[in-house]
């Protein structure tokens, strides 16, 4: 939101608004499936040039999508606030949108949203209609809700019991769906749980919802789905029931509610009872905190380094080595500490980062080692600002042999070493951000799974980014935005901390939008960590809840 900011004067906001977006009926642009889509909000600034706000999740083979991601907004009654929502047919990674199919576009003013709540309207391509399905025209709805100032936050556990089996040759995928009722008696989903495969009896990991997401008032109506997930698109509805948020509320006295889950076509026939129970094991009632609100609080974001010294990247005299550097002509490696650094760098008050590398033969004794100071200081390794890193980085580069393997581990656990410590603070003081460039394929992936499901429960985030054009597709495992990773031993991660992105996908765009896309989830990752052991700006951290999610204190 930081940019929205950027592009406004100073004025007064009325109120913040959460904007919610679903299509209807959109053409579908793929030959073997259906559309993948994606709606992306820009407002018009001052100067007359729209600039993007930020952009939904992708949707899988789906052509009616309701978007769970909400854009939150300032609303000026006294302007006239311009708005544009695009939608796409994603099939690709690359951040940028030419490469996309377009799939229509909507122009109106938060004015015309706020006062015709909610508004649907066609979805348009040069001013005319787009014919979805059937030939039926595409249109979007756009659902604004007043974003209350201090919020409170949900984290609720469900199980279930005795699901219907709706798989022919399985059990069932079941996942659950949350909706607040609309002012026309419709219902909007606003958040989701993961998929819980081939399980009867599921029980869901901890789903975060803002309480005012659910309903404009306690005693609201909430409805819950449960579903039978299928890659295709085309989930089986398993059965629903209907709560409050005040109703749940009663689960955060260690009070178990249950509810049966009704299929409303299998209702009424002889002998149907339910299609299974569903269980709110806990609800954890908190404050919502922002990212801002940490910073003002007096938290210092910590910034390090991790460089790949392998021989995969080819001799640094070579001008086709990655390392290669060029008189005015900075190698990616040297492109991403830049545009990464001089973001980061003003969260961190000292100015001092240290900078490691991996992979190398070091001096004096030219041995391998995954894990070493560039500056060649081991008490010593930070280096003044982002330039100091440079130079660092250009010195080590003289002394070094490039070697191998590509491992992880040792430099997670290095920082973790630090956020541990930092853990054992009195309040919300220091968090860690770890940036590691690399030129391809991590060779020890059991342990840099394990450093990353132990390093979960530290304030610690980690972003790679991968140099080159080495095939990394196995690294996405580590990001893992479609459920929490587990390591060999079956320990899950308490958090999502890893960003992956390839500098190759901004090939084509300005290097701001890689330090936009890398560090966009830190400020959640940050908010997350602190929501997890109960901290708020300025206090002090909960030893007991250390004890409760398996943390060790020692």
């Excluded at 039926?136 to 984290?155: C, F, P, R, W, Y």
């Excluded at 935005?481 to 390591?487: E, F, P, Q, T, Y």
């Excluded at 890893?498 to 830190?522: D, G, T």
Aim: proline share 5%; with cysteine.
């Amino acid at each position: 939101m930081a940019s929205v900011y950027a592009h406004r004067a100073v004025a007064e906001p009325v109120s913040r608004v959460e904007l919610r977006i679903s299509c209807q009926n959109l053409k579908n642009k793929d030959t073997t499936s259906k559309s993948d889509p994606c709606c992306v909000l820009s407002m018009l600034d001052k100067s007359g040039v729209y600039f993007e706000v930020g952009r939904t999740e992708n949707v899988k083979n789906c052509l009616d999508p309701q978007f769970i991601h909400a854009f939150e907004i300032d609303y000026y009654f006294e302007e006239v606030q311009k708005l544009q929502f695009s939608v796409y047919d994603i099939d690709n990674k690359t951040p940028t949108l030419n490469d996309d199919d377009f799939l229509g576009q909507l122009d109106c003013t938060l004015g015309e949203v706020v006062s015709n709540c909610p508004l649907t309207k066609p979805l348009l391509i040069k001013g005319k209609p787009v014919k979805g399905k059937k030939g039926a025209g595409s249109t979007i709805t756009v659902t604004a809700t007043e974003i209350a100032k201090t919020q409170e936050i949900l984290i609720m556990t469900f199980r279930a019991e005795k699901l219907d089996k709706k798989d022919v040759m399985g059990k069932s995928d079941p996942y659950l769906e949350f909706c607040r009722a609309l002012p026309d008696g419709t219902w909007q989903v606003v958040q989701k749980t993961e998929v819980v495969k081939k399980n009867l009896s599921p029980r869901w990991r901890p789903v975060e919802i803002k309480a005012s997401r659910l309903g404009d008032t306690p005693d609201s109506p909430v409805k819950i789905n449960c579903f039978d997930y299928d890659s295709d698109g085309s989930s089986d509805l398993i059965g629903s029931f209907t709560t409050s948020v005040a109703e749940m509320m009663q689960a955060a006295s260690n009070k178990e509610l249950s509810w049966p889950c009704i299929n409303s076509k299998k209702a009424g026939k002889k002998g149907y009872k339910n299609s299974g129970t569903v269980f709110l094991m806990s609800c954890v009632i908190t404050k919502d905190y922002s990212f801002l609100d940490f910073i003002l609080a007096g938290l210092q974001v910590n910034f390090t380094v991790a460089i790949d010294f392998t021989g995969s990247n080819g001799d640094p005299r070579d001008p086709q080595s990655l390392h290669c550097i060029l008189p005015n002509h900075p190698n990616q490696y040297i492109q991403a500490i830049q545009t990464v650094g001089t973001v980061i760098q003003d969260y961190d008050s000292d100015q001092c980062f240290p900078a490691l590398g991996f992979g190398a033969k070091v001096p004096p004794n030219m041995e391998v080692s995954h894990e070493f100071a560039i500056n060649f200081n081991a008490s010593n390794p930070f280096c003044i600002g982002i330039n100091g890193i440079l130079e660092a980085y250009r010195t080590c580069l003289s002394q070094v042999v490039l070697y191998g393997p590509t491992n992880f581990s040792p430099v997670i656990y290095h920082v973790a070493k630090f956020a541990a410590t930092a853990q054992q603070e009195q309040g919300a003081k220091n968090y860690y951000v770890l940036l590691i460039l690399t030129d391809g394929e991590i060779t020890d992936v059991a342990n840099t799974i394990r450093a990353i499901v132990y390093a979960s429960s530290l304030p610690l985030s980690i972003i790679i980014v991968g140099v080159g054009e080495a095939d990394f597709d196995k690294m996405n495992v580590l990001d893992s935005d479609d459920g929490l990773l587990a390591d060999s031993a079956g320990n899950r991660a308490k958090r999502d901390i890893v960003q992956f992105v390839p500098i190759r996908n901004f090939r084509n765009a300005p290097l701001e939008m890689l330090s936009k896309h890398v560090l966009a989830e830190v400020p959640r990752q940050v908010c997350d960590y602190y929501r997890m052991y109960g901290i708020t700006p300025g206090t002090g951290i909960r030893m007991n809840q250390l004890v409760q999610l398996g943390v060790s204190s020692g």
